[in-house]
């Protein structure tokens, strides 16, 4: 059977360059990363967010992080854009409203339901 040379070509330079956009976002003066854990994720099928402690702005409120990388289970992690993430807990806010949650159940955040990060 032939093997369709310029399409394996055509994948290859694609992944290559998905692979360099990844690298990008652990390097440079613009990338940073937010990172969470959340290794009860996969057991209560959602990730907490939040975005006030003690009465004050925090969180996704106010992170200047590019990406926010989440621990669903011990040593496996979801990397999105802080904008992506945002719109996420925007309509979570608006669909479920803030919960109480974090240390103490000190901070306010947004419950969004880990299949919308898949």
């Not at 998905?18 to 990338?31: H, K, M, Y």
């Not at 994720?41 to 996704?60: D, L």
């Not at 990406?67 to 719109?87: D, K, M, S, V, Y």
Request: charged share 20%.
């Amino acid at each position: 059977m032939a093997v369709n040379r310029s399409a394996f070509d055509v994948a290859l330079a694609a992944g290559e360059k998905q692979e360099r956009l990844f690298a990008a976002i652990f390097d440079g003066p613009v990338a940073y990363v937010e990172c969470k854990s959340q290794v009860q994720a996969v057991r209560y099928r959602h990730v907490y967010i939040e975005h006030q402690c003690r009465g004050r702005p925090s969180g996704i409120a106010v992170t200047q992080a590019t990406h926010w990388a989440i621990e669903t289970q011990p040593g496996r992690w979801i990397i999105l854009p802080t904008e992506a993430l945002r719109r996420l807990w925007r309509i979570a806010l608006d669909r479920y409203g803030a919960r109480w949650g974090g240390d103490d159940m000190a901070a306010l955040g947004a419950v969004i339901p880990l299949s919308w990060l898949l």
